[in-house]
């Protein structure tokens, strides 16, 4: 049975930048998803949770959606990868990377565009990947390089947009520390 489509796109006006402004991270398992007529995600209450905040240096964060089909199985699904890097090598973060890598997550994204996303969603994402490195020269970075990973049966979601603060839309999440 063929798939109706519903609409085309026309050429907009170029007014967005690409890159990542901050994610959050929360690794547990008090989370209800819930959805609002145009598609967007919000939280139901399943209680408060908090959600620890990385803040990413200009032109260092970026996600990606791989549409992933089988036409030999019928089946579609969408992988997505976020990679960040985080300046700077001490044990604090090597402990909490340890922690992050043994974790699903769910991760809210802020764009440069003042987007909010979430990935990991319904499955988790994974931290997939890292590297921490001196580098070489006075002008390399000197931090983590980390990419993270969810595969998920349908694109990355919008959130709600905030009415003043990041995620403030999203009332049962508490960013630690606060925007």
Not at 10 to 22: H, P, Q, T
Not at 110 to 133: F, K, R, V
Request: charged residues 20%.
């Amino acid at each position: 049975m063929p798939c109706d489509l519903t609409t085309g796109r026309l050429l907009d006006c170029k007014a967005e930048v690409g890159g990542i402004r901050s994610i959050l991270l929360y690794a547990g398992d008090n989370y209800s998803p819930a959805y609002y007529a145009d598609g967007k995600f919000a939280l139901n209450s399943g209680g408060f949770i908090t959600a620890y905040r990385y803040d990413l240096p200009k032109s260092t964060g970026s996600i990606s959606e791989e549409i992933l089909t089988s036409s030999s199985n019928g089946t579609t699904f969408y992988e997505d990868t976020l990679v960040i890097n985080l300046h700077r090598l001490d044990n604090t973060m090597r402990d909490e990377l340890r922690l992050i890598a043994q974790s699903r997550l769910r991760i809210f994204i802020l764009d440069n565009n003042n987007n909010q996303w979430i990935m990991g969603e319904i499955n988790g994402a994974e931290l997939s990947e890292g590297t921490a490195a001196t580098g070489q020269s006075f002008s390399d970075m000197y931090g983590y390089n980390l990419t993270f990973k969810s595969q998920e049966p349908n694109p990355l979601r919008a959130c709600l947009p905030f009415t003043t603060k990041p995620f403030d839309s999203l009332a049962f999440i508490t960013p630690s520390p606060a925007f």
